[in-house]
């Protein structure tokens, strides 16, 4: 049988151990072992079949096969491979949602993310994997069974524990090791834990033995080489004889390996020190990644002074029960999904449970408030980074304060502060999801509802919802008036005031924008809010003619950002300076401040801020004469508006450089060839498009290092520099009471 070949991966281990990202294939950090003949199998199964699924006992191996797989394939696959890690999904309403996130999709509309699914792999060469899905096994079955039946061209590569039993899934159950691949993967992780280990005469039997007793599964080879650090093979050996003996009596209707791989696991723990086992237990709590500040907050207690879990952590990676993991937001840590459960399981039997998931609900709504603080600072970029590898964790602490009817504000409070994220970094479905969701719950208007009421009101207006927005928008502004919150008065203000710029209500737009700014004064407010409101002003006096007056707004805005290292607002104003000097003749000026907007845009996955640019980078390229580009980009910018919502708004006065662009391409290359580069814009995704755009085409080069970032140098701490949270009284934000 033929072998797969492609580019070599560095995957770390053996189940789940990767580093996710957003789109596309995750990074595999260490060497993968073995596999050969399943891998050639599976590969040949996605030849004939559309469905394939990977299943087998957790620890045997399935993620790193079916990530390994889709690497090797990847440029099979015209439009790409995403991956979807399912395992630390809490709520089964999210399910589409993360699929979206895996294959890189961002929508701003109100529309369900199955149908924005739908859309995208209509008609795309995709493979999709998905990893981890046992606890929402129906719903994913549902959703692979549309999405097959209404893209014919996708394929998908399931791994999990049970088939999902859709018609046409073909499985690949997974076997363990066989011995000479066990032996190698024992080697090589033994070899990282104690340099110098090689597979001598003296001790191959040895430590084939070791395998043979551990029946081949990788997750229970790699607790053992773990060990190495301490042990020689030989007292593994006869260590794994007593813990065999001792770690039996399952349920005799579980499946064998079953029973083996809880025996090896149970091996593992009873190898642990009692503190290394409260840790592991208390670690338990997290869903997905988590860090040390957070592990000595939440874990450090009775038994585990934080000051001592540091060293624990330490000793439980070397055990491999703790995975390391290098990200944006810098180095993470992790239990495999197996490793999770089984803590979770002794967690429970301590009576602890439900303290250490209130002191994570605590940590995650502290992380929240700081976050926001920061998100006003040079470290605004960190922030996103942050926050996009604790989604999980915040999901969890918000259903975790959805369970008490005392605790409701808090999940409003957390869903409502959040909003940077769900505005800035392009999550406005998910961040919908979570406001209505949060909203639904009674609750009086204290700070923390009106809070989640002004927020949902923000996310309806970029999503084109007027109707959304003004309920949620007049009841946040009832609900201050008679509680006397002057700051959510000020918010609701506002963003009545940018719901009526984006209908072209021009005039009440100004004189909204200006109480609003008059009431963030007045509280003492001074925000990306804040300074959003002044550049929206900007805009609304470029609407009305005053080009002087909204460049000195934008201006002062710029300002302000750069002594506070405020990236993702200036790029707003630096459009509407871009559209100012467009507008008076200086188109020089003008492209430079455009590519400063669209490259930060894209590196906040603001797909509004980088559309909106992109239509008016069109426009100044159609101006400067090249009428065939211009029009490549706004084909482009018309195939990501609706990702965003309505094109434009459905504003005569935002669709202005739009209707302008097309009058000057169309007379210049006519309908057909002007219709032509519409079509070939249209065909490129967000991100070429925005490549093409910043490298400047055919025409106009650009200093890719300056460009392409958006961000000065030194703009930006180095990724980890974040504050320790606190949970604490806030006043006048809409804070918790803890």
């Given at each position: 049988?033929?072998?797969?070949?492609?580019?070599?991966?560095?995957?770390?281990?053996?189940?789940?151990?990767?580093?996710?990202?957003?789109?596309?294939?995750?990074?595999?950090?260490?060497?993968?072992?073995g596999?050969?003949?399943?891998?050639?199998?599976?590969?040949?199964?996605?030849?004939?079949?559309?469905?394939?699924?990977?299943?087998?006992?957790?620890?045997?191996?399935?993620?790193r096969?079916?990530?390994?797989?889709?690497?090797?394939?990847?440029?099979?696959?015209?439009?790409?491979?995403?991956?979807?890690?399912l395992?630390?999904?809490?709520?089964s309403?999210?399910?589409?949602?993360?699929?979206?996130?895996?294959?890189?999709?961002?929508?701003?509309?109100?529309?369900?993310?199955?149908?924005?699914?739908?859309?995208?792999?209509?008609?795309?060469?995709?493979?999709?994997?998905?990893?981890?899905?046992?606890?929402?096994?129906?719903?994913?079955?549902?959703?692979?069974?549309?999405?097959?039946?209404?893209?014919?061209?996708?394929?998908?590569?399931?791994?999990?524990?049970?088939?999902?039993?859709?018609?046409?899934?073909?499985?690949?159950?997974l076997?363990?090791?066989?011995g000479?691949?066990?032996?190698?993967?024992?080697?090589?992780?033994a070899g990282?834990?104690?340099?110098?280990?090689?597979?001598?005469?003296?001790?191959?039997?040895?430590?084939?033995?070791?395998?043979?007793?551990?029946?081949?599964?990788?997750?229970?080879?790699?607790?053992?080489?773990?060990?190495?650090r301490?042990?020689?093979?030989?007292?593994?050996?006869?260590?794994?004889?007593?813990?065999?003996?001792?770690?039996?009596?399952?349920?005799?209707?579980?499946?064998?390996?079953?029973?083996?791989?809880?025996?090896?696991?149970?091996?593992?723990?009873?190898?642990?020190?009692?503190?290394?086992?409260?840790?592991?237990?208390?670690?338990s709590?997290?869903?997905?990644?988590?860090?040390?500040?957070?592990?000595?907050?939440?874990?450090?207690?009775?038994?585990?002074?934080?000051?001592?879990?540091?060293?624990?952590?330490?000793?439980?990676?070397?055990?491999?029960?703790?995975?390391?993991?290098?990200?944006?937001?810098?180095?993470?840590?992790?239990?495999?999904?197996?490793?999770?459960?089984?803590?979770?399981?002794?967690?429970?039997?301590?009576?602890?449970?439900?303290?250490?998931?209130?002191?994570?609900?605590?940590?995650?709504?502290?992380?929240?408030?700081?976050?926001?603080?920061?998100?006003?600072?040079?470290?605004?970029?960190?922030?996103?980074?942050?926050?996009?590898?604790?989604?999980?964790?915040?999901?969890?602490?918000?259903?975790?304060?959805?369970?008490?009817?005392?605790?409701?504000?808090l999940?409003?409070?957390?869903?409502?502060?959040?909003?940077?994220?769900?505005?800035?970094?392009?999550?406005?479905?998910?961040?919908?999801?979570?406001?209505?969701?949060?909203?639904?719950?009674?609750?009086?208007?204290?700070?923390?509802?009106?809070?989640?009421?002004?927020?949902?009101?923000?996310v309806?207006?970029?999503?084109?919802?007027?109707?959304?927005?003004?309920?949620?928008?007049?009841?946040?502004?009832?609900?201050?008036?008679?509680?006397?919150d002057?700051?959510?008065?000020?918010?609701?203000?506002?963003?009545?005031?940018?719901?009526?710029?984006?209908?072209?209500?021009?005039?009440?737009?100004?004189?909204?924008?200006?109480d609003?700014?008059?009431?963030?004064?007045?509280?003492?407010?001074?925000?990306?809010?804040?300074?959003?409101?002044?550049?929206?002003?900007?805009?609304?006096?470029?609407?009305?003619?005053?080009?002087?007056?909204?460049?000195?707004?934008?201006?002062?805005?710029?300002?302000?950002?750069?002594?506070?290292?405020?990236?993702?607002?200036?790029?707003?104003?630096?459009?509407?300076?871009?559209?100012?000097?467009?507008?008076?003749?200086?188109?020089?000026?003008?492209?430079?401040?455009?590519?400063?907007?669209?490259?930060?845009?894209?590196?906040?996955?603001?797909?509004?801020?980088?559309?909106?640019?992109?239509?008016?980078?069109?426009?100044?390229?159609?101006?400067?004469?090249?009428?065939?580009?211009?029009?490549?980009?706004?084909?482009?910018?018309?195939?990501?508006?609706?990702?965003?919502?309505?094109?434009?708004?459905?504003?005569?006065?935002?669709?202005?450089?739009?209707?302008?662009?097309?009058?000057?391409?169309r007379?210049?290359?006519?309908?057909?060839?002007?219709?032509?580069?519409?079509?070939?814009?249209?065909?490129?995704?967000?991100?070429?498009?925005?490549?093409?755009?910043?490298?400047?085409?055919?025409?106009?080069?650009?200093?890719?290092?300056?460009?392409?970032?958006?961000?000065?140098?030194?703009?930006?701490?180095?990724?980890?520099?974040?504050?320790?949270?606190?949970?604490?009284?806030?006043?006048?934000?809409?804070?918790?009471?803890?």
């Amino acid at each position: 049988m033929r072998r797969l070949q492609g580019r070599p991966p560095e995957p770390d281990d053996q189940d789940s151990g990767h580093a996710p990202r957003r789109g596309g294939l995750p990074a595999e950090l260490s060497s993968f072992v073995g596999r050969h003949d399943d891998l050639t199998a599976v590969g040949a199964l996605l030849e004939e079949s559309r469905l394939v699924t990977v299943v087998g006992v957790g620890g045997i191996g399935k993620t790193r096969c079916a990530v390994r797989i889709a690497s090797l394939l990847e440029k099979r696959y015209c439009h790409g491979v995403g991956v979807a890690d399912l395992a630390g999904l809490g709520d089964s309403d999210l399910l589409e949602h993360a699929v979206a996130d895996a294959l890189g999709l961002t929508d701003h509309t109100r529309r369900p993310p199955r149908t924005i699914l739908l859309e995208h792999l209509a008609d795309r060469e995709v493979l999709l994997v998905l990893d981890g899905y046992e606890q929402h096994v129906d719903a994913c079955a549902g959703l692979v069974r549309e999405l097959l039946r209404r893209a014919p061209r996708l394929r998908v590569l399931a791994a999990g524990r049970l088939p999902l039993r859709v018609d046409g899934e073909v499985l690949h159950p997974l076997a363990p090791m066989g011995g000479e691949d066990a032996l190698e993967l024992f080697a090589a992780r033994a070899g990282a834990v104690r340099p110098g280990f090689a597979l001598t005469d003296a001790v191959r039997e040895t430590v084939r033995e070791l395998c043979r007793r551990l029946d081949g599964i990788p997750l229970a080879l790699e607790l053992a080489a773990g060990r190495m650090r301490a042990l020689a093979p030989e007292q593994i050996l006869q260590r794994l004889d007593d813990r065999f003996r001792l770690l039996t009596g399952g349920s005799r209707s579980a499946p064998a390996r079953h029973q083996t791989l809880r025996t090896a696991i149970g091996w593992s723990h009873e190898l642990c020190a009692p503190v290394e086992r409260l840790l592991w237990a208390r670690l338990s709590v997290f869903a997905g990644q988590f860090d040390l500040e957070a592990a000595e907050y939440i874990c450090g207690g009775p038994g585990l002074p934080a000051d001592t879990v540091l060293d624990v952590l330490d000793a439980l990676i070397a055990q491999s029960v703790v995975l390391r993991e290098d990200s944006p937001a810098g180095t993470r840590y992790r239990l495999l999904d197996t490793i999770r459960e089984y803590g979770a399981q002794w967690l429970s039997a301590t009576g602890d449970a439900e303290r250490l998931r209130r002191r994570h609900r605590d940590w995650f709504l502290g992380l929240a408030t700081w976050c926001e603080l920061d998100w006003f600072s040079p470290r605004q970029e960190v922030v996103a980074a942050r926050v996009e590898c604790e989604l999980p964790n915040l999901r969890r602490a918000m259903e975790c304060s959805m369970e008490s009817s005392d605790e409701i504000h808090l999940a409003q409070y957390l869903a409502g502060t959040l909003w940077y994220f769900w505005v800035g970094c392009g999550r406005l479905a998910e961040g919908r999801y979570w406001l209505e969701h949060v909203l639904d719950e009674d609750a009086t208007h204290d700070p923390s509802r009106l809070k989640a009421q002004w927020v949902l009101g923000y996310v309806a207006v970029l999503q084109g919802d007027t109707i959304g927005a003004i309920a949620a928008l007049q009841d946040c502004r009832e609900g201050a008036e008679q509680s006397g919150d002057d700051a959510a008065a000020a918010y609701a203000v506002h963003r009545t005031g940018c719901l009526a710029l984006v209908t072209d209500d021009v005039v009440r737009a100004e004189e909204l924008l200006r109480d609003a700014l008059a009431r963030y004064r007045e509280v003492g407010e001074l925000n990306s809010n804040v300074l959003m409101a002044q550049v929206e002003l900007g805009m609304a006096r470029v609407f009305q003619g005053d080009l002087e007056d909204a460049a000195a707004h934008c201006r002062e805005v710029e300002e302000v950002c750069d002594d506070h290292g405020e990236r993702w607002v200036r790029a707003y104003a630096l459009y509407v300076l871009a559209f100012v000097a467009l507008r008076e003749g200086r188109p020089g000026p003008s492209r430079r401040m455009v590519l400063e907007a669209l490259a930060t845009g894209h590196r906040f996955h603001d797909p509004l801020g980088s559309v909106l640019s992109l239509e008016l980078l069109a426009l100044l390229t159609a101006v400067e004469g090249d009428a065939a580009e211009a029009a490549v980009l706004q084909g482009a910018a018309s195939a990501i508006w609706p990702s965003v919502g309505v094109p434009v708004f459905g504003s005569a006065h935002y669709g202005t450089p739009r209707a302008e662009c097309a009058g000057l391409a169309r007379a210049e290359l006519g309908d057909d060839a002007y219709g032509a580069a519409l079509r070939a814009g249209a065909l490129l995704d967000y991100d070429t498009a925005v490549r093409r755009a910043l490298t400047g085409g055919r025409r106009h080069p650009v200093d890719a290092s300056s460009s392409a970032e958006g961000l000065p140098p030194g703009g930006v701490p180095a990724a980890g520099e974040t504050r320790r949270p606190a949970a604490s009284r806030m006043t006048g934000r809409g804070g918790p009471e803890l």
